[in-house]
Each structure stands twice: as C-alpha cells, then as structure tokens.
C-alpha cells in the first residue's frame, strides 16, 4: 500500500523562506499527483498546490500569491514545496496527499486517497 511522508516543517520568522519535502513510496509519482493541503487551528482545510502526475501539471491557491513553487523528483519519487516570503497566515499544518488526479480538476473540497501525517509549520517573530 502506498504511503506518503512529509517532512521540512519548522518555526521561522516572517520573510523568511522554507522547503517543505514529500517522499512517496508504493507508487509511482509518474502516474499520481501529489496535492499539498494545509489546516491551521480552528480553520477550515486548504488546498494549497497540486502537482499533476504525468505531466506536471501545477495548481496553487490564490492565497498563495506566487510566493510557493511545486516541483517533483520523479527518479527520487518525491515532491518539494518551497515557499518564501512567509506569512504568519501561513501558519499550519501541512499535509502532502496523493492520488490519481488531474490537477487541472482540482478542487478544494477533493478528497485525496492517500494523506501524510502532516508537518508543522509556524511563522512567527
């Protein structure tokens, strides 16, 4: 069975930039696309990029205003989400998700298959 495991998440201070990783194992990141959603406390779920399978595909949320870029690996199987400019709204959990799914389609309410366990990452001063 396929897993997906996050890890890069850490406490830095507003401005300051941070690479968030996602290892998949079980499956191919050559057919699946890996979906980053993050919760913070008390707030609604938020999808935050996609990275389609098999061609590459990106999605990013509004929200993000360009400040995050999506990229995979597919010889290492993973997927990086590098995001400067960091916000303390960006606050959260983060949680790298797979499934196969056309990014083009995605929506914030979609439903990946498979989640990670989440990495935290707080910006503050």
């Known amino acids: 069975q396929g897993q997906v495991v996050e890890s890069g998440g850490d406490l830095v201070q507003p401005g300051e930039s941070l690479r968030l990783s996602c290892a998949a194992t079980?499956?191919?990141?050559?057919?699946?696309?890996i979906g980053w959603i993050r919760q913070a406390p008390g707030k609604e779920r938020e999808g935050v990029s996609c990275?389609?399978?098999?061609?590459?595909?990106?999605y990013y949320a509004d929200s993000i205003e360009n400040r995050f870029t999506i990229s995979k690996d597919n010889a290492k199987n993973m997927v990086f989400l590098q995001m400067s400019s960091l916000k303390p709204e960006d606050t959260a959990t983060y949680y790298c998700?797979?499934?196969?799914?056309?990014?083009?389609?995605?929506?914030?309410?979609?439903?990946?298959?498979?989640w990670g366990r989440g990495t935290q990452v707080t910006v503050s001063s």
């Open positions: 998700a797979a499934d196969l799914i056309d990014c083009r389609v995605y929506t914030d309410n979609y439903n990946f298959g498979t």
């Open positions: 079980g499956f191919t990141l050559r057919d699946y696309a």
């Open positions: 990275i389609s399978g098999r061609d590459g595909f990106t």
